[in-house]
């Protein structure tokens, strides 16, 4: 079995991708957290793009292979660890989960400029982003409680972390993203519960999120 080291931050949502991945497999994995304001000269030395998660693999009597890319990192999960499939057995269903889990990147991009926005205009646009993206999956998801259904899957993984950002800002500061999506509520509601996506995270996840918008003084905190 090989030995894996999840190289992370506290509160990149990426990095919590994977770490849902490893625990619904039930597979024991080492975490190194990295400051990303201030990155180390060993992480530079072996991250291609200067980000988290990377996930380094070490097996016998080979030198220790680093895999970079949170989808890239799930995919390889899927395709070497035990422990129940998160992909659909069908190449054409397994084609479209690959191409939500994209989506849910998108998606991912939009919140952190919604809750980095430094403006109310900016804050504005990227809210609209969001609600026309989060409509399309109302549209699309299964009746549940996961993305396709009551298995869960690798798309659930991948946006447990954009609710999880959600109900972070929504403890001080209503956003309104999924009103009226009763479908993404009940979604939302079930990832919330899953043990796995509640363990991704450091138990101060909270504050240390909320304290990272606050240094960039977001428009978001502001309005609560």
């Known amino acids: 079995m090989s030995k894996l080291t999840l190289i992370s931050s506290p509160t990149c949502p990426y990095v919590q991708r994977a770490v849902i991945a490893l625990k619904e497999k039930r597979v024991e994995f080492d ?5 990303l304001k201030n990155k180390p000269d060993w992480f530079l030395a072996i991250s291609p793009l200067g980000k988290v998660p990377l996930l380094r693999v070490e097996r016998d009597g080979e030198p220790p292979a680093i895999i970079f890319e949170s989808a890239v990192i799930l ?12 992909h659909p057995a069908d190449p054409l269903l397994r084609a479209q989960h690959r191409g939500w889990i994209e989506f849910a990147s998108n998606v991912l991009g939009d919140l952190h400029r919604f809750s980095s926005a430094l403006d109310a205009q900016a ?3 990227a809210r609209e982003a969001l609600l026309a993206k989060f409509r399309r999956l109302e549209s699309t998801i299964a009746e549940g409680p996961f993305f396709a259904g009551a298995h869960f899957s690798l798309v659930d993984a991948a ?18 993203l999924l009103d ?7 979604w939302r ?3 919330a519960d899953r043990e796995s996506v509640r ?3 450091p138990q101060n996840y909270v504050e240390l999120y909320l304290d ?13």
């Open 189 to 191: 509601r079930a990832l």
């Open 159 to 176: 946006f447990g972390p954009v609710f999880r950002q959600i109900d972070a800002i929504e403890t001080i500061a209503p956003t309104g």
């Open 31 to 35: 975490v190194i957290y990295i400051d």
């Open 199 to 201: 363990s991704a995270v």
């Open 123 to 125: 804050m504005a646009g």
């Open 180 to 186: 009226g999506l009763p479908g993404l509520e009940h």
């Open 212 to 224: 990272r918008l606050r240094q960039m003084h977001s428009e978001v905190l502001k309005a609560a």
């Open 75 to 86: 995919e390889y999960l899927e395709e070497t660890m035990p422990g129940e499939k998160l």
